[in-house]
């Protein structure tokens, strides 16, 4: 099993700036892609950003790019998720995940950290 907890999360300005993290533990050395979703109230779930466990090949939701980046730190297993330019309408509850096998669906999610962006 892997265990994901994510922090970081907060209020904030709109125009400002959030860091995510997602610290990874248990069996991580079985996952092999980590990505980065939000859900706002009553919306679905939405992709936000990907990478592979080993580093590179990122990919990133169109309304995300060029505003959101996403990396890892191998020394200690946590992923982040650099939020900048940030709009209300970015708030949201954010979930990191993870996944065993590349191109299946992930297979392990953290417990979410709220995001509320102010006008």
């Known amino acids: 099993q892997v265990q994901l907890v994510e922090s970081g999360g907060g209020l904030v300005q709109a125009g400002g700036s959030l860091r995510l993290s997602c610290a990874a533990s248990?069996?991580?050395?079985?996952?092999?892609?980590t990505g980065w979703f939000r859900q706002a109230p009553g919306k679905e779930r939405e992709f936000l950003a990907s990478?592979?466990?080993?580093?590179?090949?990122?990919g990133y939701a169109d309304s995300v790019k060029g505003r959101f980046s996403i990396s890892r730190d191998n020394a200690d297993n946590t992923v982040y998720l650099q939020m900048n330019s940030l709009k209300p309408e970015d708030t949201a509850v954010y979930y990191c995940?993870?996944?065993?096998?590349?191109?299946?669906?992930?297979?392990?999610w953290g417990q979410g950290t709220q995001v509320t962006v102010s006008s």
């Open positions: 248990g069996r991580t050395f079985s996952i092999r892609r």
């Open positions: 990478l592979n466990w080993s580093g590179g090949n990122t």
């Open positions: 995940a993870a996944k065993k096998s590349f191109g299946a669906d992930y297979d392990y």
